[in-house]
């Protein structure tokens, strides 16, 4: 959805092509709008109770168990093959060496230790980046950090100055998703942005297109 102002109010406003509509036969009006007023208050008096001193753990608890800020199967299932593999070839190669002193082809055994190293120099750089992408994720104290420090910004809800207000959206990382069948707003927030490889940043409201 796009900016929008309308009779000295602001709104937003999507304007999906017909044409594209009708080429894959998706219903969906010219036009849906949706007035800023009506998100404001709703939005504001939720955050505001989710960040009220009683329920900070509980808030805590919450982001720390959903929205994919613990470590998942993917990341611990590669990062146990790639040790997996690595204690293999440690393995292997302590077998070739034995065979090599007992007297083995040098030529066909220095094939079986080189092969066996490029295996285990692959699964090393699996570990590394199962590693890297875990340290990328937030953990209950990153949260529980963020969370706090952006408990206090809650008290610009209390003024009308739209940059504040924008400011805090930004922070927390509010992303909003209208449904104009069900005349509904769906809230998420994404606490990722503060930290590396973000799946993104919003914007604030009463910005441009």
Known sequence: MESHWAHDEAYYRCRFPEQYALANRIEHPRNVYLR???ILGPLDHWLAKIFAPHRIDDTIDFLTTVGGLTPTAEHTLSTE???KTIKECDTKLTTHRAALE???DP?????WIAETQATRARAE?????????RRAQPTRDDIASLVRANS???TVLTRTE?????????????VLTYDSGKQK???EMNLNQHFPDPRGVSVGVRGGT
Do not use: F, I, N, P
């Not at 030529?107 to 094939?111: E, I, M, N, R």
């Open 36 to 38: 800023e007023k009506d």
């Open 81 to 83: 093959h790639a040790k």
């Open 102 to 104: 007992a007297g083995a």
């Open 107 to 111: 030529v066909l055994v220095a094939g």
């Open 125 to 133: 750089a699996e570990l590394r980046t199962a590693r890297s992408a």
């Open 152 to 154: 206090d910004l809650v």
């Open 162 to 174: 739209s940059v504040e207000r924008a400011d805090l959206y930004q922070k927390l990382g509010l």
């Open 185 to 187: 707003v769906l809230v």
